[in-house]
Each structure stands twice: as C-alpha cells, then as structure tokens.
C-alpha cells in the first residue's frame, strides 16, 4: 500500500491594516488574496490579525498593542512566519523582529518567494534574483541585529558595520552584473522577436491564475504548465496558431497582481516586450471571481506603466463554468439586489457589452464552452490586422481580394 505525500506547510499569520483609504471589505478582499499567496508558497495560514488604523505606524506597521498581541499568539502557536499585507520600510522591518522571534515577511517578499520557486529558466531566474537584490539591498542592515544584542562588549565594536557594508558592496557589484547579464539576454530576445517575420502577435495578458496558460493549450494545443495556483506561469512562450488559413504567434505572459512590486516590473521588462511589442491584446477575466472587477483595474494600471494600454484589445471573460451567484427569494423585500446577485446574462448588459475593440468573449477554456466564437473573433481581429499591414499581399484572403476588385469596378 503507497503512503501519501506529507507535505509540511509552514505555519503563518498575517496581518493587515483598515486604513481611510482602505476599507474593512478591501481589507478582507486582500487578505484571502494573500492567503492564497502563501498556500502557493507553502505555507499555512493559522490566524489573521487586522487593526483600524488612519495610517501605518511607521515603526512597527500595527499599534504596540496588536504587536504583543501577534507576538504572544506566535509563541503560544508556534509560528514560524509573520506576513504582512503591505510593504515593510527596513525600518519596520527591523523594530518587528526585535519583538518578534521568527521570519517576518511582507507582500513583495512573499511575491519575490514564489517567483524564485517557479522561475524554470536561466533568465527568468536571472530576473527573480536581480529583484530579490534590488529588495533586499537597504534590507541589509536588520540582518546584523543580532550583534547588537551582544550589548557591546571585547572584539564586538564595530565589526557588525564592516560586515553590512562588505554584504552591501557584494550586493550592489551582484546587481550590476545581474543587470548586464540581462542585457545581453535582452539583446538575444530582441533578435529572436525580428526573426519571427512579419506574423501578426498576440499576447494573452490578464491577472494571475486566470485560465490564461488553460486558454494558451486549448488554442496553441500547447503543453503550458497549468496549476490552480498564483503565477504558475513566469516564462513567457509563444507558440504559432493557426485558425482556419491564418497563421498568427500567441504568447502566454507572466500574470499580474495588485500591489505588484515595482522590483519585478523592472527586472521582468523583457518579459513585458512580449506585450509591448504584441499587435493584439487578449485580456482574460476569471467572471466566478468575486473581484474580477478590481482584477480589470490592477492589469489595465500595470499596461499604462508599460505603455500598453492603447493596444487593440478583446475582453475575454473566462471560466464562465463556475460563475455563481447569490439568489433571493421572491417573497423577500427587503435584501437589496447587489452586483452579487447578477446573473450571468444581467452582467452582459452592462458595460460588458461595449469594451475592448470588439464585443466581449464568455467562455470556458477549460470545458471549450463558446470556443468557436472566440475563433472566429481573433480571427476576424488578427485578420484585420494582417490586411492593414499587407494590403497587397491577398493570397490569404480571397474573399477579401474580390471585396477590392468590386470596390474598383464601382468607382
């Protein structure tokens, strides 16, 4: 009889604030996120702590109160990690884990975690540990609290200073030279993206784990890794998809998240030239998602800051296969009929019904539910595009060649 696989989550808290600009319901929204996060990472979330607050205390993030609060429960609880939802200054950084005795982490430093866990290639490792340095660099300092609890002391004066700045030179030389390794694989992209001729490119660009890696096998009949976890895909691929007699490059991109640390936007700018450069943008929803909406915003932000977001575009609302909603009695009259309650066919009378450069898509990649549709959709988009660009050059498009001739004969 096979045993099965025990697999030792570490056991996590993690904490928020209720800010003027961030509400409970946000808060909470936030949190299941970063639950999720840390589930991806490999551990397990055994309680949350979250406190009202006008702004973060900017020496231990929560109130003096919360923080003894954590710091007993992690004692009483054996708690290995604490998690943070927002960003630590290594200033907090350092204070929290003077009263705190385990690994204290934040957002980016989770977010950095997975991508080091997930990164399969040489380059995309390359880009992981050249965030990680960029992060951890002013970071150095909380490292040498240690030496401080030695309260000074023969041979302890002075030396804890040496060896930051000693780590901080290595540091920095390591980024310079994770910089031009970068370059130089830039470079080599750059050429393989102008080898591709002329095809017309296509990105799927959307939030993480929304079916984009599902959508990319189903059309691409591709073997994209596929798993119900956040940033499972960090390689970009791009495969040749033909529909019907049009051959057009579809690539899966790196999903996106809020509070993407600005680290990896940077280190991970050769893998966003697969969007940059893409003549037609796929943006893929998940619709059972409670917060799809607020996924919308966060990727349509993150293509601003890479000056995407005036790109033709096609909304492709997916996993319609576990959309629910909440229902209501007849007899009930006093519930109000909220954005919860909406039907499927209520949503696409909305403002779905007029956005991105054609009528939005609902489908299922995983089930192929309305995939015919969606076919004929980017076949139509990518087909337009390839007439614009090569007016002359009909051989694809006979039906297209004789709308001319009949617009010739009329003049």
């Known amino acids: 009889m ?181 370059k130089t694989i830039d470079k080599q992209m750059s050429i393989q993206r102008s080898n591709r001729g002329a095809m017309v490119r296509v990105a799927l660009v959307g939030y993480t784990n929304v079916g984009k890696s599902t959508l990319m096998n189903a059309v691409g009949k591709s073997d994209v890794f596929v798993e119900n976890k956040l940033f499972a895909t960090l390689d970009t691929t791009v495969r040749k998809v033909v529909i019907k007699n049009l051959p057009f490059l579809l690539s899966d991109t790196v999903g996106f998240i809020r509070k993407l640390p600005t680290q990896l936007v940077d280190s991970f700018k050769s893998t966003l030239d697969e969007v940059r450069e893409a003549d037609l943008l796929l943006h893929v929803v998940d619709i059972s998602h409670p917060d799809f909406e607020d996924h919308i915003e966060s990727v349509n932000k993150t293509l601003q800051e890479i000056k995407s977001n005036d790109k033709p575009t096609i909304m492709v609302f997916n996993k319609i296969d576990a959309y629910k909603h909440l229902t209501i009695d007849e007899d009930d009259l006093i519930t109000e009929r909220t954005r ?48 614009t660009r090569f007016p002359y050059n009909n051989f694809l498009y006979p039906d297209y060649k004789d709308a001319v001739e009949k617009d010739e004969d009329q003049e």
């Open 340 to 387: 919860k309650y909406w039907t499927l066919d209520e949503w696409k009378q909305t403002w779905m019904s007029n956005v991105g450069q054609d009528k939005a898509l609902f489908i299922s990649a995983r089930n192929k539910e309305n995939f015919e549709e969606f076919r004929e959709t980017v076949y139509e988009a990518v087909r337009q595009i390839h007439i």
């Open 2 to 182: 096979l045993e099965k696989e025990v697999i030792n989550f570490e056991r996590t808290v993690i904490v928020g604030i209720v800010t003027q600009n961030q509400s409970e319901e946000k808060l909470n929204e936030y949190l299941d996120e970063l639950e999720f996060l840390t589930f991806t990472a490999g551990g397990e979330v055994i309680k949350r702590f979250s406190q009202k607050m006008e702004r973060p205390n900017p020496k231990t993030f929560v109130g003096t109160g919360k923080i003894d609060d954590i710091n007993l429960f992690v004692k009483e609880n054996k708690i290995s990690t604490v998690i943070f939802d927002d960003e630590l200054t290594p200033s907090q950084q350092k204070n929290i884990s003077r009263i705190i005795d385990c690994k204290i982490l934040d957002r980016t430093n989770l977010i950095l975690d997975i991508f080091a866990q997930r990164a399969e290639t040489s380059y995309a490792r390359t880009q992981v540990e050249l965030a990680q340095c960029q992060y951890l660099l002013p970071r150095l300092s909380g490292l040498w609290t240690h030496l401080e609890r030695q309260k000074g002391g023969i041979g302890m004066r002075g030396p804890g200073e040496t060896e930051i700045e000693t780590d901080r030179r290595i540091v920095r030389d390591r980024i310079s030279l994770l910089k031009d390794k970068i």
